[in-house]
């Protein structure tokens, strides 16, 4: 069974936007990109979407849940990493390892590369190539209560 590890979808500038961070949302493309999100996502048929609260996570998982009629649950374990934690607590690896299949998640371009090399560390092997660009997915498949292979989804052309 699968959980999917989505990256945020592009967002505006953080150097141009003025305002909390916390608060920049999608771009266009952006919004084009996270409406191709989910179509693709609608199509494995999500259990539940746990989100960072930062605007630009949320947005991108927003047509997703209006396609599957979920509510999204945000969770600040998920939001930006940021100097003052350096890796991915034990408590963001117990919510991903408690979440049902299914589960699609949004994050930032750094806890999601910090959640996979966690799971590496676990034992966690990845089939093909990794993917960090936003808007790509991580599909991440669990064997006997434990994540196994992981394979990155390039994130959906736009442009």
Request: contains cysteine.
């Amino acid at each position: 069974m699968s959980v999917y590890l989505v990256r945020h979808a592009k967002a505006g500038s953080r150097s141009e936007f003025d305002g909390d961070d916390r608060d920049r949302p999608l771009t266009n493309s952006g919004r084009r990109q996270a409406e191709e999100l989910a179509r693709r996502l609608a199509a494995v048929a999500p259990s539940t979407i746990v989100s960072s609260p930062y605007a630009r996570c949320v947005q991108t998982v927003e047509p997703l849940a209006v396609a599957a009629d979920l509510e999204i649950r945000t969770s600040e374990l998920l939001g930006e990493l940021g100097s003052e934690h350096a890796s991915v607590g034990q408590s963001v690896m117990k919510l991903i390892d408690t979440l049902p299949d299914g589960a699609v998640l949004c994050s930032h371009g750094d806890v999601i590369p910090a959640i996979i090399n966690a799971l590496q560390d676990g034992g966690l092997n990845i089939r093909g190539d990794a993917n960090w660009q936003k808007a790509s997915v991580w599909v991440l498949e669990r064997i006997d209560g434990r994540f196994d292979t992981a394979t990155a989804w390039p994130p959906p052309n736009v442009d």
